[in-house]
Nanobody
Framework: VQLQASGGGSVQAGGSLRLTCAAS????????VGWFRQAPGKEREFVAA????????FYADSVKGRFTISRDNSENTVTLQMNKLSPEDTAVYFC?????????????????WGQGTQVTVSS
């Protein structure tokens, strides 16, 4: 499955952005999907993931209560709504698809990756 992440941009602290992960070539409904981010000089880290059914999203502690992951299998998309953004959220954000039904916090469990979208939050 080919993934395309979009929706990144530049916002001020406290603002919001909505990222979208869209799939081509295959239906995204057959995959758990995760969002990861990578800041300059840092490892790629887990942000959020959602199961195939969408019933069990889970989050990194750093974004819990601010970010919401959801999916629309009819539109073949997964979105990440990011609220109350802070400069610490600045990174390139990637979506990834996992052939398991459950997703994972471990980036090595994901088989397919999108190209990334830049999020920059200024203070």
């Amino acid at each position: 499955v080919q993934l395309q992440a979009s929706g990144g941009g530049s916002v001020q602290a406290g603002g919001s952005l909505r990222l979208t992960c869209a799939a081509s070539t295959r239906a995204l409904s057959g995959y758990a999907v995760g969002w990861f981010r990578q800041a300059p000089g840092k490892e790629r880290e887990f942000v959020a993931a959602i199961t195939v059914t969408g019933a069990l999203p889970f989050y990194a502690d750093s974004v819990k209560g601010r970010f919401t992951i959801s999916r629309d299998n009819s539109e073949n998309t997964v979105t990440l709504q990011m609220n109350k953004l802070s400069p610490e959220d600045t990174a390139v954000y990637f979506c990834a698809a996992d052939e398991s039904r459950w997703g994972s916090r471990n980036k090595d469990d994901y088989e397919y990756w999108g190209q990334g979208t830049q999020v920059t939050v200024s203070s």
